[in-house]
């Protein structure tokens, strides 16, 4: 862990915060945050604000001194500034909680953060800025696409494919060789049964499928 340059954190909300957490507990020192709604120099647990997103992509130093992390929990945000990290040549590491469980067989993308309690189990694929939320399971032979939000507690089961930019939200049940659909919504607590198309919306306890298609990702 010596080894590795400090974080720079781009976001500084709520997801921000709890990044920071991940890496401190990884040893990873957190230099800093980078939002365009804060002030520079305003202090978020203890690191400052260092400016606006923006400025990372013209500031050669930060790109040669600090590692870059996508810290923001909307997924079209986290996943466009994923994007732009790749294209300047950024460092973007993978950040695993010391309290998550993860199988040797499985692989995870960079951008993509795996929280506390948190298991994923063999052979899965998880594709870069996604997250992986507190307490959840991802079972055997999933694959989790780029741009993915899988909220607390949510229970993805063997075999099933989560394609870009879905959200899985808190307690949902994915059950075993489903496939959620690209920049699909699925709603607290629900049972998905049945593949979901791209864009749509799945809620309640039945898993019924609205016919109204995602504008945006609602992480």
């Known amino acids: 862990m010596s080894k590795n340059r400090a974080l720079i954190l781009l ?7 709890v990044i920071a957490e991940v890496a401190r507990v990884n040893g990873r020192e957190v230099a800093g945050y980078l939002d365009p709604g804060l002030n520079r120099g305003e202090v978020i647990g203890g690191k400052p604000v260092l400016g606006s997103v923006s400025e990372v992509f013209d500031n050669a130093a930060w790109l040669r001194d600090y590692e870059l992390f996508p810290a923001t929990g909307r997924a079209d945000i986290r996943w466009r500034e994923y994007q732009k990290l790749v294209e300047i040549g950024a460092t973007v590491p993978t950040l695993v909680h010391t309290k998550a469980i993860v199988s040797a067989s499985a692989a995870v993308e960079a951008g993509s953060v795996i929280m506390a309690g948190a298991v994923v189990q063999a052979d899965v ?3 870069a800025a996604s997250i992986i939320n507190t307490g959840a399971l991802v079972d055997h032979d999933c694959v989790i696409g780029s741009g993915v939000m899988i909220a607390p507690g949510a229970v993805i089961l063997g ?21 959620v659909g690209s920049g699909a919504f699925v709603g607290a607590g629900t049972v998905v049964a049945d593949d979901v198309p791209d864009g749509a919306r799945v809620t309640s306890a039945r898993g019924k499928v609205s016919n ?4 945006k990702s609602n992480v």
Request: include cysteine; hydrophobic fraction near 40%; proline fraction near 3%.
């Open 11 to 17: 976001g500084a909300g709520g997801h921000a915060k």
């Open 159 to 179: 075999g099933v494919c989560v394609r870009d930019n879905s959200f899985i939200a808190a307690g949902a049940i994915v059950v075993p060789g489903v496939t």
């Open 212 to 215: 109204k298609r995602q504008s």
């Open 125 to 127: 694929r998880i594709g």
